[in-house]
């Protein structure tokens, strides 16, 4: 995970290492972080620590990495990586608190694939639904609406309902 640290932008805030973990027979692997009470059940595994929350975080799934916790792959933090300390990015996606950077309180996307946000604030949950990665419910019901599941594919995903600028209203419109 690449989030800030006093050293400014591009700072390796987790680096973890699955070696020790197999994906199931189903096909999946869910993991979660245990500082919080867990909503759902079936994970795979739980590792301790907590994600931060209330900035811009990318999140990457890599192989052959070499980077550590406290690196520095920003190092002149103009919001491209310097250093790749990876072999393949195998997924990857950002959440997105603000577009508006200063490597102090808030922190580059260092990926392409964003969520958010939701409203003014980072989405304190998001969810894959085939290609695409959502914003979810933040508290209530869960599993959210039946589409949010651990160990399974999502499934009855709702369809993203495009922007409503100028230029999507004159295109749906025009036919």
Known sequence: MIGDGTGGCGIVEAAINLGAFSIQADGFFAIRYSAGVALLTGYD???AGSFENSDNLTFLLVTGNTA?????LDTNNDG??????WTTIIDQVGILETAVVNCTTDE???????????GTFAPGHIY????????GPFGGVLPAGGVDTVGGAN???PVPVAPSTWSNIKARTSN
Not at 68 to 72: G, L, R, W
Not at 108 to 118: E, K, S
Not at 128 to 135: D, P, Q, T
């Open 45 to 47: 595994a739980s590792l």
């Open 68 to 72: 550590a916790a406290a690196n520095d």
């Open 80 to 85: 491209v990586l310097d250093l790749t300390p």
């Open 108 to 118: 580059y996307l260092y990926t392409g694939t964003t969520v958010g946000p939701d």
């Open 128 to 135: 894959r639904c085939g290609a695409s990665w959502l914003i």
């Open 155 to 157: 499934t009855g995903c």
